[in-house]
């Protein structure tokens, strides 16, 4: 016990909710923990914060050591430090957002993360702490980004089909769309550069290609907009 | 030196933007410190977090004790955590914003603060520590928040006129907003209820006033909107 204050402090942590997405699902990534508290349980990647880095940087050199991923754009989430949430002692932690798409991530566990593994949003095992509330507020802010910033930049392969950009707005809010609809809006946002390209490699009829418009989908998510889907 | 520890530890604070309007400007509360670092500097209303008690008690307690300021709604705005942001260690910061009605509160200095003042938004001194960054944050939060929820409950007193709004929508802003579009694009939102009562007291021809229809401007808060203006 080499380091003593005039006064006791918490301990401080970073927590990391990764979302990505597959053909299937929304995803979240896990580690399972390979020490006591809670030894054994899936949780968010995550850890205690030295005094040499900042707080992003400690976001992503813990999600780096227990799940190998790494280049992902974090962006903070919010602080957590109820009293008891800890069984050890008191912590607080700074939770960060990431969205990834999973087939640019590999993830492979290590330090003191037993295991590491993508599970679908509405499959999720018990979680160690508070951190099924960590992942709740995370989902919400995810469900409220899409309604004024465009998304699916960071989530969908830089070309991607109308039917996969709808699979993603569903599974992040978590109820079917109509098809016209969402076409005539997410046209109308003019986000949408329209390939000279169709699908390949599907047995049903090959769909039209489109990428984002960097430069307009930048300005939409600064500026915001809303989308009422 | 009475507490210790296997690892060291960031010390935790908190750190209140408190924003307020009066008939001229956009407000913030400061206090002046009267230790150091930074003695005699203004700066944000803040303070340690205790052991005992959650990241929003230690700012509500915090704001009283600095500035006699009770029973407002503090909303967590950011946790700063850079290196070398406190000449005497490593200190990570949560900060919390609040919105107030100015004539409501009247500010009194306590505790550690040497005094306790509003100042004008454009009329700022210079802050200790990177409170003026913070200060940024949070003016640029504000300004964000009006793009997609009402804004002025907490802000205006119960009965207003629609001048007052634009004028707080203009302090926000930071520009002048044209007044035929301002009252069209805000009696289409519906959050407004026309009552049957005139100013009072004043020198121009008596205005109209109003109130919020709480019942609405809560769902839209919730719900988010567009309000380009």
Same mark, same amino acid.
């Given at each position: 016990?080499?380091?003593?204050?005039?006064?006791?402090?918490?301990?401080?942590?970073?927590?990391?909710? @990764?979302?990505?997405?597959?053909? $299937?699902?929304?995803?979240?990534?896990?580690?399972?923990?390979?020490?006591?508290?809670?030894?054994? !349980?899936?949780?968010?990647?995550?850890?205690?914060?030295?005094?040499?880095?900042?707080?992003?940087?400690?976001?992503?050199?813990?999600?780096?050591?227990?799940?190998?991923?790494? *280049?992902? #754009?974090?962006?903070?989430?919010?602080?957590?430090?109820?009293?008891?949430?800890?069984?050890? $002692?008191?912590?607080?932690?700074?939770?960060?957002? /990431?969205?990834?798409?999973? /087939?640019?991530?590999?993830?492979?566990?290590?330090?003191?993360?037993?295991?590491?593994?993508?599970?679908?949003?509405?499959?999720?095992?018990?979680?160690?702490?508070?951190?099924? !509330?960590?992942?709740?507020?995370?989902?919400?802010?995810?469900?409220? !980004?899409?309604?004024?910033?465009?998304?699916?930049?960071?989530?969908?392969?830089?070309?991607?089909?109308?039917?996969?950009?709808?699979?993603?707005? $569903?599974?992040?809010?978590?109820?079917?769309?109509?098809?016209? *609809? #969402?076409?005539? !809006?997410?046209?109308?946002?003019?986000?949408?550069?329209?390939?000279?390209? @169709?699908?390949?490699? @599907?047995?049903?009829?090959?769909?039209?290609?489109?990428?984002?418009?960097?430069?307009?989908?930048?300005?939409?998510?600064?500026?915001?907009? *809303?989308?009422?889907?």
């Amino acid at each position: 016990m080499k380091y003593c204050y005039e006064y006791p402090r918490p301990a401080l942590t970073v927590d990391c909710v @990764v979302f990505g997405l597959d053909e $299937e699902d929304l995803k979240v990534l896990l580690i399972q923990r390979n020490l006591p508290p809670f030894e054994g !349980k899936w949780a968010l990647p995550g850890g205690f914060v030295r005094l040499d880095e900042t707080l992003e940087e400690a976001a992503r050199r813990e999600l780096q050591e227990e799940t190998g991923i790494e *280049n992902v #754009f974090q962006e903070q989430l919010y602080t957590v430090g109820e009293l008891g949430r800890d069984p050890r $002692e008191r912590v607080v932690t700074v939770a960060y957002l /990431s969205l990834v798409k999973l /087939s640019d991530h590999q993830v492979t566990a290590a330090t003191d993360a037993r295991n590491a593994a993508w599970f679908a949003i509405d499959d999720v095992p018990p979680l160690a702490f508070d951190h099924a !509330k960590i992942l709740r507020l995370a989902h919400e802010r995810l469900q409220g !980004k899409v309604r004024y910033q465009p998304i699916g930049f960071e989530l969908l392969p830089a070309k991607f089909t109308l039917r996969q950009l709808q699979h993603l707005y $569903e599974v992040i809010l978590d109820r079917p769309l109509d098809k016209r *609809n #969402f076409r005539k !809006k997410i046209l109308s946002m003019e986000i949408l550069v329209e390939l000279d390209e @169709v699908e390949t490699d @599907v047995a049903h009829r090959a769909a039209q290609l489109y990428k984002f418009d960097r430069k307009k989908y930048d300005r939409l998510t600064k500026r915001g907009f *809303n989308f009422e889907i």
